[in-house]
């Protein structure tokens, strides 16, 4: 059974257990003072906002050059991609296979991922509460780790810095990508696990 069948609704802000008041417009939380509500308000529609922004940020983000390393006067624009085949070329196979995943698998996982679930649950596809439960958790998790790139940019910006001799310039590429970074985080926060639970009834995996 869930909590909203019970009568019981969760304060977002401090988790206190209130019971539903059937016949008010609004209400607020006994504890803290916040509105409660069943479910999120527009969750839905604020996640698929945030996740379409991001997916149109991701086009540049990858197209445009991240970052331009100069070296004695002489530099080129690197997009992540290129950066990666670089990587390979120097036989840095590692560092070239941590910033694939983390710069292109992780945040293409976290926009298809956050897309299936918002498809999901409007559409009621066959897909087990379990099963969207475990991938929100996973996005939540990566979540964190698709900033790698921009931490290193952000530290070689700060450290290499010799004039003529060696520098290195954050590029578009840069901005676009923490831009879908920040974007597919925040679509995570405003999606409402609860509404996973809420048409369980529908799948076929109870247990």
């Not at 999120?40 to 996740?51: E, H, K, Y």
């Not at 540049?60 to 390979?88: D, H, K, R, Y």
């Not at 918002?118 to 509460?129: E, F, G, I």
């Not at 099963?131 to 931490?151: A, P, V």
Request: glycine letters at 6%; a negative charge; proline letters at 4%.
């Amino acid at each position: 059974m869930r909590a909203i069948d019970a009568g019981i609704l969760i304060c977002a802000e401090c988790h206190e257990l209130n019971r539903q008041d059937a016949e008010a417009d609004s209400q607020t939380c006994t504890r803290c003072g916040a509105l409660v509500h069943d479910r999120r308000p527009d969750s839905l529609m604020r996640t698929w906002a945030l996740l379409i922004t991001a997916a149109i940020l991701y086009i540049p983000a990858n197209v445009l050059p991240i970052m331009t390393i100069n070296s004695l006067g002489q530099g080129a624009p690197s997009t992540i991609m290129a950066g990666v085949i670089e990587l390979v070329q120097h036989g840095m196979i590692p560092i070239a296979a941590v910033v694939f995943i983390a710069s292109i698998v992780v945040p293409t996982f976290k926009l298809v991922g956050i897309a299936l679930l918002l498809w999901s649950v409007q559409r009621h596809q066959p897909m087990s509460a379990r099963q969207r439960i475990l991938m929100y958790r996973f996005i939540e998790f990566i979540g964190r780790w698709s900033m790698l790139d921009i931490f290193v940019i952000a530290i070689l910006v700060a450290v290499v810095n010799f004039g003529r001799l060696a520098s290195v310039e954050a590029g578009f590429g840069a901005i676009a990508f923490a831009s879908v970074v920040i974007l597919t985080m925040i679509a995570a926060v405003t999606f409402d696990p609860r509404l996973i639970w809420d048409n369980t009834e529908s799948d076929a995996d109870h247990d």
